[in-house]
């Protein structure tokens, strides 16, 4: 009798320990499967912020427009590829009329981004026709394009890393072409640009095209994986991106684009694990409503340290 308890006392924490390193792994799998759709939204805000200089607050409606049209033109039998371009396109859209608004009609780059943003809300209701479309057992990109002995967990992952490296080189061979230095020319400098005959206004309206659409993509991706799209979904998108952008630059500080890009997306991972590590650290007691908070904090405290840093370094400095 003492053998078969202790037998089953092993058996059972050998069952427990297995079943902890399985979610263990599908946790981390899962942070770097949000973080990787994630740095195409950093990708966004880093053409917006910080090559064009423009605060666009689009992003946060821009992203539930991409899920918005991809999984409503799924569920209703499309093509999720082709789904996934119109989104693309839609994202576009959005981030064309933005600039239009500022460049057009003299609106605040701010105060027009808030206006798409706003309008963007109505906009993806209507597309949707309810706050939600479940996409359950409809066919997405990631069920398409996954091998049958690959777990979906797995799958995922690898499918997204391919979209993003993809994306990253676009961007770097785009952002090298004379189009894209343009664009970078505008947003150093626009009246330096406008003085070498760049049309600085077609630039600045080429450029948050092509920032929400990529914020648009990830969005359509986000919903793929997430079994549908929902109308709440882009809360917060924006201060996402930002985080992975200051945490990138600060990771990996660089002056090429070709690294500022890479930047962004470790940053963007970077984000997912320490959310995930928050949210799964039993100590802590935090639990899924505390995204945003813990979201909130971890952007205060990376943009907090740099300066932290330099004063540390000033001191030292001022003591020798």
């Not at 981004?113 to 990631?142: D, H, Q």
């Not at 929902?230 to 600060?250: P, R, W, Y």
């Amino acid at each position: 009798m003492r053998t078969y308890s202790a037998w089953a006392l092993y058996a059972h924490a050998e069952y427990v320990f297995k079943e902890s390193l399985f979610m263990s792994l599908y946790t981390l799998l899962g942070a770097l499967e949000i973080g990787l759709i994630f740095s195409l939204v950093a990708l966004g805000v880093l053409i917006s912020f910080r090559i064009l200089s423009f605060p666009d607050l689009t992003v946060d409606g821009s992203f539930p427009l991409g899920g918005a049209v991809a999984a409503t033109m799924i569920a209703t039998g499309h093509d999720p590829f082709f789904a996934t371009a119109v989104a693309i396109g839609a994202g576009a859209i959005a981030g064309y009329l933005t600039a239009w608004l500022n460049v057009r009609l003299k609106i605040l780059a701010l105060l027009a981004s808030i206006l798409m943003m706003t309008a963007l809300y109505s906009i993806n209701l209507r597309i949707m026709g309810k706050p939600n479309v479940p996409l359950i057992s409809e066919p997405t990109i990631f069920s398409v394009l996954q091998p049958e002995w690959i777990p979906d967990y797995v799958a995922r992952p690898l499918i997204l890393v391919v979209v993003v490296v993809v994306a990253k080189l676009l961007l770097d061979w785009f952002f090298s072409s004379e189009i894209g230095l343009a664009m970078r020319a505008t947003g150093a400098n626009e009246r330096m640009a406008r003085a070498q005959g760049i049309a600085t206004g077609r630039a600045t309206l080429a450029a948050m095209a092509l920032s929400n659409a990529l914020v648009a993509l990830a969005g359509a991706l986000f919903a793929q994986t997430q079994g549908g799209a929902d109308i709440s979904m882009g809360i917060g998108t924006i201060v996402i991106g930002l985080a992975a952008v200051i945490i990138g630059e600060n990771i990996l500080p660089a002056r090429r684009l070709v690294w500022a890009t890479f930047a962004v997306i470790i940053g963007a991972i970077v984000y997912r694990f320490f959310i995930a590590l928050a949210l799964n650290s039993d100590f802590i007691g935090l639990q899924a409503q505390d995204l945003n908070l813990i979201t909130a904090l971890l952007v205060m405290v990376v943009l907090v340290l740099p300066l932290a840093k330099r004063k540390f370094l000033v001191r030292k400095k001022g003591g020798a």
